[in-house]
């Protein structure tokens, strides 16, 4: 059973940076493909960003390059989302998924991390 957890989450100024974390298991990681996205209040889910454990590469969406970088540690199954500049915008429940075929397809997700950036 594919488990993913994220954590990191919290409350910081217009300006700041978090780093969110999503623990996988239960899968082949170097395999797979993690992504994140977020959902705030009223609005549809979006993709953030993601990245290949296959070939490492990555992608992220216009409204957070140059301040969002994705990374992740193979040794401990767990991937990074480093997010600088964070605009009020940003305010979400964070979530990481996985696709095992790097085609899209987000079979499996976290529970979660709520994300709140004040103005």
């Known amino acids: 059973e594919v488990q993913l957890v994220e954590s990191g989450g919290g409350l910081v100024q217009a300006g700041g940076s978090l780093t969110l974390s999503c623990a996988a298991s239960?899968?082949?990681?170097?395999?797979?493909?993690i992504g994140w996205f977020r959902q705030a209040p009223g609005k549809e889910r979006e993709a953030v960003s993601c990245?290949?454990?296959?070939?490492?590469?990555?992608y992220y969406a216009d409204s957070v390059k140059g301040r969002f970088t994705i990374s992740s540690d193979n040794a401990k199954n767990t991937v990074y989302l480093q997010m600088n500049s964070l605009k009020s915008e940003d305010t979400a429940v964070y979530y990481c998924?996985?696709?095992?075929?790097?085609?899209?397809?987000?079979?499996?997700w976290g529970q979660g991390t709520q994300v709140t950036v004040s103005s």
């Open positions: 990245i290949s454990n296959k070939d490492g590469r990555t």
């Open positions: 998924a996985a696709d095992p075929d790097s085609d899209w397809t987000y079979d499996d």
């Open positions: 239960g899968l082949i990681f170097d395999d797979y493909t």
